[in-house]
């Protein structure tokens, strides 16, 4: 097994007891929780606590960064989480694509019985107070700006929710908890954290660069060869290693340094960089049927 430095990852318990009571103490303010996971690793950027913590609240799941996702494998994570009652929506908050379906969609499903008493009592008028949550860089932020039009604060990577609690008013009568609470992913399972690594979701320290641009380019090979063909032009087989396609990648890009040596580290930076920022194609890294 390689050496994953967990320390990198920057949470601790003592964080992560701060950061569980300022959402529970939160939770009591709104009427729903938006949870958003990222859309190519919606297994590896959930957290794993948050089941638990917002049990008493309904709750809607978005698959954020559904541009740089697989769409089927998307479809199929939507499936399979309204097979387990969890009502999810695809979005992408860069480019605003889905989220106009967040209100209809959160008072259709999980909001419809306080809708509905709501009405029966004569408080239709009460605000939709809502929370967002996530793990640091899945776009909380971006959702935040979305929603709400007009760039605000950028959200700070530290644990727990601030303070000082604002309001953003939203269309039809909906107001969003402004600081979104910020949870820690799933590191405790070191495949989820190179998962979570190659995305760019918690820092390449983990590993050394070359080590996690090899391992995904192992998971190219195997899951979108086509990937690999298309964007570096390059021919493996099932001989090939990490480090071959990491040679390859460097070779064809005439990444060479002195002596004729193909220099990986640049490769590997080529190679992760690509990878997220939508290059190399809709790629999605864990299927539900690998639950
Ligand atoms: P956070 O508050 O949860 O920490 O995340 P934030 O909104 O800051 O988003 C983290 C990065 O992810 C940002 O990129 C943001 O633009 C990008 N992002 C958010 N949603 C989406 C999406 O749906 N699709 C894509 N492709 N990207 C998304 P950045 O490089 O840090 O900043 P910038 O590119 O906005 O300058």
Same mark, same amino acid.
């Given at each position: +097994?390689?050496?994953? =430095?967990?320390?990198?990852? %920057?949470?601790?318990?003592?964080?992560?007891?701060?950061?569980?009571?300022?959402? /529970?103490?939160?939770?009591? *303010?709104?009427?729903? &929780?938006a949870e958003l996971i990222d859309a190519r690793t919606p297994m590896s950027s959930r957290n794993p606590e948050i089941d638990s913590m917002t049990a008493s609240k309904p709750r809607i799941v978005l698959l954020n960064k559904c541009d740089l996702a697989d769409s089927n494998a998307t479809s199929a994570w939507?499936?399979? *989480?309204? #097979? =387990?009652?969890? /009502?999810? !929506?695809?979005? =992408?908050? #860069?480019?605003? #694509?889905?989220?106009?379906?967040?209100?209809?969609?959160? $008072?259709?499903?999980? *909001?419809?019985?306080?809708?509905? $008493?709501?009405?029966?009592?004569? +408080?239709?008028?009460a605000p939709i107070r809502l929370m967002i949550l996530g793990i640091p860089n899945v776009g909380k932020s971006s959702l935040i700006n979305r929603l709400a039009g007009g760039k605000r604060a950028k959200v700070e990577d530290r644990p727990?929710?601030?303070? /000082?609690? %604002?309001? &953003? $008013?939203?269309?039809?009568?909906?107001?969003? !908890? =402004? +600081?979104p609470g910020v949870l820690w992913p799933k590191f405790e399972d070191q495949s989820a954290a190179v998962r979570l690594a190659f995305t760019g979701a918690i820092s390449d320290d983990i590993l050394d660069i070359e080590t996690l641009a090899m391992k995904l380019l192992v998971f190219l090979s195997e899951s979108y060869p086509q990937a690999l063909v298309e964007r570096y032009k390059i021919e493996f087989n099932d001989a090939d290693d990490g480090l071959s396609l990491l040679e390859k990648v460097g070779k064809k890009r005439g990444m060479v340094i002195s002596g004729g040596e193909i220099?990986?580290?640049?490769?590997?930076?080529? &190679?992760?960089?690509?990878?997220?920022?939508?290059?190399?194609?809709r790629i999605t890294l864990e299927l539900p049927e690998e639950i």
């Open positions: +097994m390689d050496n994953i =430095d967990m320390k990198a990852i %920057q949470w601790f318990p003592g964080h992560m007891a701060k950061t569980r009571r300022a959402i /529970t103490a939160n939770l009591r *303010l709104v009427d729903a &929780v939507i499936n399979y *989480l309204k #097979k =387990d009652n969890v /009502t999810a !929506l695809a979005v =992408d908050c #860069k480019s605003g #694509k889905g989220i106009n379906k967040l209100l209809p969609t959160l $008072k259709a499903t999980v *909001l419809k019985e306080l809708m509905e $008493k709501r009405e029966k009592n004569g +408080m239709s008028g727990g929710v601030t303070r /000082t609690k %604002q309001w &953003v $008013k939203l269309k039809d009568n909906t107001e969003l !908890l =402004d +600081m220099n990986t580290e640049r490769a590997a930076i080529t &190679v992760l960089d690509e990878f997220r920022s939508g290059k190399l194609g």
